[in-house]
């Protein structure tokens, strides 16, 4: 298991592998783990959209006050592009056009990567803005099924917020219809629509259900995402049908909040769906899809997840293997300790960060075998011994910071070792796999001089975002100023992660010509998280010339 440090660390770095970040800021929340309350929060304006979204369920788990400005900044801005991302029509209510917190206009496509928020979590609900006529004659607010009527209906969008909160958990069937209504209402802000689709389903109301199934296919992601988690507690042949359709949806977060939902139900008529699902481009899906499968009564779907991993590709079995860590089954333990085994090393790894989801006594003795295994290959292709081969998986030292921090003990070796690890390293760059490739570039952050440069800045014309991203990570930890000529061209740069890296890299810089580039970043560049940062960086400049520091 991580420390908290470790889970602080693993947050914070935006270099490590997506699977092992995305992991440590989900055991964040759920472990409540305060001391990374501030990395939670910054992470909240990065543009990686799972990243974001994961920060922002954590901190609504540890609940510390200092998170709830920056999750109403945010979800304010979120709520902004959404609705300007609506097609206007007649009749249809101008979508907000200023800008918020010194932003400038944002592309459509921009508003189209944006993901739901739990709106639930983040509306807050404040008596001091009820206006009189939602107080009775002692100074009370009126009754809560009054005030859901009466708010669902008001002019002002924050009051009709409100009341389709208040809504959540009153199971009334008085307020089922004005409820539909607001669901149904084309008009109406996601926000507003999304809490109605909430408060339907906890009511569990029958008439419900043809609504929330109609909104599955709603244009608005938040409503398609509300929807589905409401259809979780209606179930029936009806809603898993319908789940079953939308579990191809478009925008990853729907397909997720999808698979939770079938899981929830526990239909075995979504299994063949889910099975397709397994192995997801996105990272929270596959999450989702596996405990879902993990609900489903243990030896049918075990028999035929041994059946897929027999016949499956490399790819599908990576995914299988992911999913038989989330089902708590001795079947399913035995199924992992065989692809233990397996001579492919990638597969063998993630069968060992599988069996530690499973936190097996009986295992260990296998776990520590595969360990000394997988890294008696690394040493033997780091010390030159089958050199030009494939680099194996880097095998878990009790933690998966490994993965990433393996190489990085090259830097502890002798000056006149370095020149040997440098190339090795330069061997690394050029392999199949991007998180080898990202691996490599993340250690050369621990070198220094000309040589590392040339290999960093080789590095950022690598065809992976990923890998072109952690270079520029390492060239801020290496700090040398007369690279920042060659990367002007980052500037421009097609990926928003990429530039993202940049502006942070940049930061680090107490030099004009890096001065010259932020300011570009935050006049020019698309993306809102990469302004902000930019400016970040800017202001600290600032506060270091102020303080008497020297420009370069």
Sequence with gaps: MWSDQQIIDLVSNYAAPHAVRFRAIRVAGDRQVVAAVPALIEILYEPDPAVSVAAAESLGRIGDPRAIEPLLEVTRRNDLKLTAAIPQGPGRPEAPTEPVSGEQEESPEAAKQQNPFNYKELTVFKIDLLPKEYFQADGTPIPRKELVQRGLKDNDQQLRKMAAKAAIGMRDADLVPVLIDTLKNPYEVESVRYLAAEALGEMEAEAAAAPLLDALGDENVAVRYSAASALSNLGGETAVKGLVEALRDENEFVRSQVAFALGKIGDSRALEALFGAVNDQHEGVRFSVAEALGRFPGQPVLQELEARLARADRTMRLALVE?????????????????????DTDLSYRASLALMEHKNLDTLDDLIEASRRLDKELMEWLGGEGAGAPIPALAPEGDETTQFKAYSTIGLKKNEEQAAALEKLSVALQHASPNVRGCAANALGDFRGPAVNQLLLTALQDDHEYVRATALASLGKVGDPDVLPALEKCLADPSEEVRYAFARMLGSFQDLRAVR?????????????VKRVARTGLQAYDAHRAAGGPAS
């Design 517 to 529: 580039f932020l300011e570009d970043l935050a006049g020019k560049d698309a993306s809102p998280d």
């Design 323 to 343: 999913v038989l860590g989330q089902i708590k089954d001795d079947h399913a333990i035995e199924i992992l300790r065989k692809v233990l085994r397996d001579p």
